[in-house]
Each structure stands twice: as structure tokens, then as C-alpha cells.
Nanobody, 120 residues
Framework: QVRLVESGGGLVQAGGSLRLSCAAS????????MAWFRQAPGKEREFVAA????????YYADSVKGRFTISRDNAKNTMALQMNSLKPEDTAVYYC?????????????WGQGTQVTVSS
């Protein structure tokens, strides 16, 4: 059974940092791109960042560019999102996604999400 499990969410003050992790099991994702999405209350799920299967290419939403950094460790089947200079508008549930494609968007595998709350 394929599973994606996020961790690292929490409550942080504006300007602070958090590091999210996504651990995959049941299948290796070393050959596919992976991504982070987020969903704030009352809003649609939106793209945050993605990384190619080798990690050589990264993609970011304009709203997080320069503040967030996505990375992956294929040997450990994990992905991370380092979030710095957090803002209250970053408050959302953050989801890990596998098999992400540049054109087609998210793949079929999702984690359960981890809550990030940024207080002003």
C-alpha cells in the first residue's frame, strides 16, 4: 500500500520558520516528480512547490518564491519543504503529492496533510 505521510506542521509566529517532511512508503518515488500543495479554510487547494525526480529542477508558486525551499532525498524516499519568513497567509493544511507533472499537475497520491498556522 502506497502511503505519503507529512510531518513538521505547527504554530509559529510571523517571520518564523518551519520544516515540513513527507515520507513515502509502499513504493519508491525516486523516478517521479513530487510536490507540495496547501489548502486554506474556504479556499481551493493550491500548488506550492515541486521538485523533479533527481532534484535538479524546482518550481515554486510566486507567493512563496524566495521564502520556501523544496528538497528531496531519494535514498530515504523523503521530501522536505523548508519554510522561512512565514506570513499569516501561509496558514493552511499542507499536502504532499507524488507523480506530479509540470503540465498535468498533481498525481494520484496524496498525504493526509499537516496543519501550518502562522500567527500575526
Amino acid at each position: 500500500q502506497v502511503r505519503l505521510v507529512e510531518s513538521g506542521g505547527g504554530l509559529v509566529q510571523a517571520g518564523g520558520s518551519l520544516r515540513l517532511s513527507c515520507a513515502a512508503s509502499g513504493r519508491t518515488f525516486s523516478g517521479s516528480a513530487m510536490a507540495w500543495f496547501r489548502q486554506a479554510p474556504g479556499k481551493e487547494r493550491e500548488f506550492v512547490a515541486a521538485i523533479s525526480w533527481r532534484g535538479g529542477s524546482t518550481y515554486y508558486a510566486d507567493s512563496v518564491k524566495g521564502r520556501f525551499t523544496i528538497s528531496r532525498d531519494n535514498a530515504k524516499n523523503t521530501m522536505a519543504l523548508q519554510m522561512n519568513s512565514l506570513k499569516p497567509e501561509d496558514t493552511a493544511v499542507y499536502y504532499c503529492n507524488a507523480d506530479w507533472l509540470v503540465v498535468a499537475g498533481p498525481g494520484n497520491y496524496w498525504g493526509q496533510g499537516t496543519q501550518v498556522t502562522v500567527s500575526s
